[in-house]
Structures are given as structure tokens and as C-alpha cells.
């Protein structure tokens, strides 16, 4: 099996992965408070979770991998934006998730397998802020329930920060029934046209950090294998989720890996709508930037790495995929080929995409490789480099490959014609070994005139099939 490794942000080093549960595995993503649309930034752990599901099923099976990623219903903004409006919460809410997954749909990520909305599990919230009440971990102060933060020692080991330190570089709210500043809201009261919930702390609503350890447990368990998130989520959300969860449940360990995704720049500075150069991922895709072009522009940088979205990496990576679908167009890519390649054998990851891929999510890698693996010249040597488009989510349904505007068509080359090309150039290497000029430049006439181009480079000649290609001209098969 292959081996998968992956920067574990708890322990600040790269660790074999293993999973829990041996042969299956849990993983949960932090997902939206749905009430406005998703801006750019936004897709970036979408993508890196994608990729991380698309791998976890490749290599352990796909009825094995369980992908939870939550949707944020009732908070704050969400009120706000209803009050603004005039507008139902729930018609708000509705709108925003089916956005939500029009757009990530448009990137070509698959669904998760869970997508719990944090309003279905107040039960289980309740629950667990009345136990860590009951063990003395939460207590209640003028209608709230908040966590108290020195009844768990270890409380700052995840963002790798002294609670003191949290209390001098963090904003927090400050109120008099807390006693202590970084305390945090589990349960709050609702007042009048707020939505809010019975409960034995009074008629209120869930803490923001509350809804993710319960929707992880109760789909998940105590203990699973990754969660993740941007790196602005490592502190306080996570941080504060890990705390809760395990006090609530001191037998699990909650996440066992965590993994935070860096965050994105446009042409260089922060996405900001004061500098003019914030979008949302509608924005572009109404411009008529492809899902494709913004996913791959988002895999050419590792997600630990500050990722810079510019007008001159869109315009490569659409560069590159012209290319890359003109080959799987030229060479018949479509479902009846992929189910003749399943039954030789030929449709499965190469080895070294797939192994560079498990090191830590290196799509910029695993890119450069289907780079090698896209000189193939036939549909079985092109396996590979058309199996890695596909588990990067560039390729998603094999009867409606992407074609852009002005794309170049593939050249199609048989298995036939393929060693036909071979043994001529192995016929031309032996006549120029033997100094026999004039049969070698016969050959490398031969060769000019069916239109392919040959490559002489350390003693070695490769080849591929030119625009005027044309098998005929090789003489008898």
C-alpha cells in the first residue's frame, strides 16, 4: 500500500499516516457559515480536501472513507443579514448552501460524504455543554454557558501558544461574567426574533466552536482520523474545539492529524474589497474563467504555501489544459476507452504520480509528473497521465471532456503505429552505430515525411506525433 505522510499541524512534523480505524478513515473540514456567497479564498481547503478524499479513496477504497464537512445555519451574521433583508433565515439559508454547491460543483469537488447542518444537531451540542457543565470544565453566567480554559492544561498546544500570550495577541470579548478572558461562549441567550432553542441553560443558542465537535462526534466518534482548515481557523476555532471535545470525551483524542491550509493573495496582496480585488469564485466563473482553470491555478501551489491567484497563472494553467484535453480528445478518451484500458489492466495511477501525491498533498508534484506523463503517445502509455487528470478532479466525467476555445487536437497514435515509429528509429540508431550514413538519413527522411518529430538528446532519440502526422507515410505495418 502506498504510504501516506502528511505535516501534522499539532505535532509540527511530517508523521506516517495510520488510521484509526485500520483500513478506513474519518475526515472532517471546517465548511461555511452560509450567508453570503464563497469568495475565493473560501475554495482553497475545499480543493485540498478534495484532493485529500479523492486519495483517501483511491488508496483505501471508497465505501472506507467518510468525509464530513459541515454547514454553519444559525450564528450571527446569518441574523444580521435576515434583519437586513427582511428576509426568512431559512430562505437565506437554502439560497446560500445551494450556491454553495453550485459553485464548489463548478471546480469539480465531489460532495463529502456528511454535509450536517449545525441546526439538526442542537441536541447534541446541548449534550455535551451539559457534560463538560457537569464535569467542571463549563459554567453558567448570566444566561450563558462558557468553557473556562484553565480546566484544561493543554489548552494552547494546537496553535503552540501560553494562554497568556493568547490573552495579549488575540482580540477577545471582553464581559464581566467571565472569569477569565479567554473563556469562550458554548450556549447564549437568544432575545426576541433570534432564533434560539429550549434548553437547562435557558432559551438560547449554540457558541460558534460547540457546533463542530458535536457534528464531528456524532457522525464521526470521539477519536478520527483528520480534520481541517485554513490556518486562520487554528486559532481560536480549532483550538477551542479540540479543548471541548476533549474534556467532554477525555477517552478519545478527538482529530489525530490536523491540517491547515495557508492563505491566498491576489496579484500579490491580501484579498480585500477596499483594495478592489476581492472575488468570489461566481465572480470568476461569470467572467468566464473555467472551474478547471481555477482549480488547477490552486494546485500548482502547496496548500501549506501562501497561494498567489494572478491574471498570469490563469492564463498558464488554461495554456496547459488546452494542451492536456487536446491530447485525451486526440487519442479517443471517452468511456468505451477507459472501460477497454480497465479490463487490460492499464487504468490505474502511476506509481510515482500517486506516491508523490501521498507525500503531504504535493499537487505541484504530482502536476510536474503528469507534465513527464503527458509525452505518452498512446492511449495505453497515456493511461497514467489521463488516471492522475481525473484524481486531481481536472477530469470528472469521461463522456464531456473540457474543450476550450482554440484547443489543439491530440494526435491519435495505435499501439501498432507506436512500434512502428520505435523500430525505425531503433533501425536508424543501428545504421548511424554502424556508420552507415546513407541508410540512417533514409530512415530520418522516412521518419520527417510521416510528420514526426524526432528528439536526440544524451545518445537517446524520443519522439512525438507532429501537427502533419500522418501513419501512412511509415510504409506497411
Known sequence: MTKIRFHNSMSRRKEDFEPVIPGKVGMYLCGPTVYDRAHLGNARNVLMFDVLFRLMKEIYGAGNVTYVRNFTDVEDKINARA????????????????????????????????????TAHIADMVAMIGKLVADGHAYEAEGHV??????????????????????????????????????FVLWKPSPDGVPGWDSPFGYGRPGWHIECSAMSRAILGETFDI?????????????????????????????RVWLHNDMLQVEG???????????????LLDQGVPGEVIRLVFLTTHYSKTMDWTETKRAEAETTLRRWYGILHGHGFRPDLIRALKAEGKWQPDAEFLGVLANDLNTSGALARLHVLAKGKTPTTLAG???????????????????F??????????????????ALLAARAAARAGK??????????????????????????????????????????
Not at 501558544?161 to 472569569?179: F, L, N, T, W
Not at 481560536?236 to 478527538?254: R, T, V
Not at 474589497?273 to 461566481?282: A, P, Q
Not at 476555445?405 to 520505435?422: C, F, K, L, N, S
Open 269 to 283: 496582496k491580501k484579498m480585500s474589497k477596499s483594495l478592489g480585488n476581492f472575488f468570489t469564485v461566481r465572480d
Open 83 to 118: 434583519a437586513e433583508t427582511g428576509r426568512e433565515i431559512g430562505d437565506i439559508t437554502a439560497e446560500t448552501i445551494q450556491w454553495y454547491h453550485d459553485d464548489m460543483d463548478a471546480l469539480g469537488a465531489q460532495r463529502p460524504t456528511h454535509e450536517p447542518r449545525a
Open 146 to 183: 462558557l468553557f473556562s480554559v484553565e480546566s484544561f492544561p493543554d489548552y494552547g498546544r494546537l496553535s503552540g501558544r501560553s494562554v497568556d500570550d493568547m490573552i495579549a495577541g488575540a482580540r477577545v470579548e471582553v464581559a464581566p461574567y467571565k472569569r477569565n478572558p479567554m473563556d
Open 385 to 403: 497521465f489521463a488516471y492522475g487528470l481525473q484524481m486531481l478532479g481536472l477530469v470528472n466525467d469521461w463522456a464531456a471532456i473540457p474543450q
Open 436 to 477: 552507415d550514413w546513407a541508410r540512417a538519413d533514409e530512415l530520418r527522411d522516412l521518419l520527417n515525411a510521416a510528420g514526426v518529430q524526432v528528439t536526440d538528446l544524451g545518445g537517446q532519440a524520443t519522439w512525438q506525433p507532429g501537427p502533419d502526422f500522418d501513419a501512412a507515410k511509415l510504409g506497411d505495418l
Open 405 to 422: 476555445d482554440g484547443g489543439e487536437a491530440g494526435t491519435a497514435v495505435t499501439p501498432d503505429v507506436a512500434a512502428r515509429v520505435d
Open 227 to 255: 480534520h481541517g482548515g485554513g490556518n486562520d481557523l487554528q486559532f481560536p476555532h480549532h483550538e477551542n474545539e479540540l479543548a471541548q471535545s476533549k474534556c467532554a470525551h477525555p477517552e478519545g483524542d478527538y482529530a
